[in-house]
């Protein structure tokens, strides 16, 4: 991607982000989500905070709550809560039907508790976010280590090419300390199937396929604010 096609994708980002933080209310329990549109979101919070408003939060992985709390936003412990009353978080695609791939950031166990949790779920996103059909981008999994080869042997029977997520060539560990395998099934006809057959596979600690999770998507595109809900 240019240097023009990036800065013209942050601006969508940014103009997502401040849309959705205009929903937060005084007092709520704010999820924050993981990645460069949900950061954008979360520095806006901290303005908001800055002026005066009053929420707590909940993050989704460790680079979150640490941008969250030099901004002055008071962190929860998210094991110790019920509820969030708003959260707000990035996808790697959606469709207009409101399912999503997540986890391009390797956060998608915790995104996918949060998200769980969350009241109002919010999505933002830039245009290139959106698609007619999940599965262009892989489908990340987060596996235990030592059910690795065990989850990657039954992704291959559910037709999906696996491979082993690494960074400077070493594995990548989650948040969570496990591995991540990013699967490709190809364009996915039945997400909610597809994930429902990745549920029942022992030692996979979450995938991230979003069904049923989202309330509405927040997208950018050009100057224009689009909702989908
Ligand atoms: C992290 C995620 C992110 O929300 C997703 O990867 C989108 O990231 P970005 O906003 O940087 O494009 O799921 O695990």
Redesign the pocket.
Known sequence: MGIIDQNHQNAE?LAAAKAAVKLVKNGDIVGL???????FAIKELGKLVAEGLNIKAVA??IRTEELAKSLGIEILNLGEISSVDISI????EFTEGLDL????????FR?KIVASMSKNAI????AS?KVKKLGSFTV?VEVIPLAYQYVFDQITKLNGKGKKRTTDHQDYFTDNGNLIIDADFGLIDDPKALSNDLNKIDGLLAH?LFIDLTAQVIMSEQSEIIIFK
């Open positions: 980002k989500g993981t990645g460069t549109t949900a950061t989704s992985s978080d990035g996808a790697d791939i997540k986890g391009g950031g390797g956060a998608l995104e999505i933002v996103t830039d976010k990340p991230g």
